[in-house]
T-cell receptor, first 115, second 112 residues
């Protein structure tokens, strides 16, 4: 059983650019959630995808968008990057649309730095 | 709204000391409660969980009891090791949403 893998592990972008982060979910998991973790803070929910459809969204602007593919892997896209977008981006996979009692398995994250 | 509050860190202990990290929450309904741990350079790993009042979650010597009357889920360990040095996050999930709500995290450093 493979775990959750994210790519790239680190990247540096310039303000105003666009970025795509990738996540391969754990085998058998059909639900992927994305979180933003600013330095020294807890993760904040961005959105969730279940079977290729967005299934909930946190308080993030529309320039944060995503996709889920038929194999349940996922992408997070951020347009018009701002300095405050610098953070660790975490992908979490689970089953059952992340039901209340269900744990999630997190990837190691992508560290994005916007300069 | 839903929120989680944790004791501020960093917490520095000597090896074999007793650990308590306080966590309290505000939520609609009756949430499930979780403790996740983040080791340096890694993602989050589930440490333990409890899904209803008075449940005790336990794992690797860590314990936490779901206290509905005090809306708390404090993490404890009787004897910490250097390898327990990490950031600990308390989190909730309720049946009105599919996402976790995390606290700010508490950094623990254990000295030999």
């Amino acid at each position: 059983e493979t775990g959750v893998t994210q790519s790239p592990t680190h990247l540096i972008k310039t303000r105003g650019q666009q970025v795509t982060l990738r996540c391969s979910s754990q085998s058998g998991h059909n639900t992927v959630s994305w979180y933003q973790q600013a330095l020294g803070q807890g993760p904040q929910f961005i959105f969730q995808y279940y079977r290729e459809e967005e299934n909930g969204r946190g308080n993030f602007p529309p320039r944060f968008s995503g996709l889920q593919f038929p194999n349940y892997s996922s992408e997070l896209n951020v347009n018009a990057l701002e300095l405050d977008d610098s953070a660790l981006y975490l992908c979490a996979s689970s089953t059952d649309r992340g039901a209340m009692n269900t744990e999630a398995f997190f990837g190691q994250g992508t560290r994005l730095t916007v300069v | 709204g839903n929120s989680v509050t944790q004791m501020e860190g960093p917490v520095t202990l000597s090896e074999e000391a007793f650990l308590t990290i306080n966590c309290t929450y505000t939520a609609t309904g009756y949430p499930s409660l979780f403790w996740y741990v983040q080791y340096p350079g890694e993602g989050l790993q589930l440490l333990l969980k409890a899904t209803k009042a008075d449940d005790k979650g336990s794992n690797k010597g860590f314990e936490a009891t779901y206290r509905k009357e005090t809306t708390s889920f404090h993490l404890e360990k009787g004897s910490v090791q250097v390898s327990d040095s990490a950031v600990y996050f308390c989190a909730l999930k309720n049946n009105y949403g599919q996402n976790f709500v995390f606290g700010p995290g508490t950094r623990l450093s254990v000295l030999p």
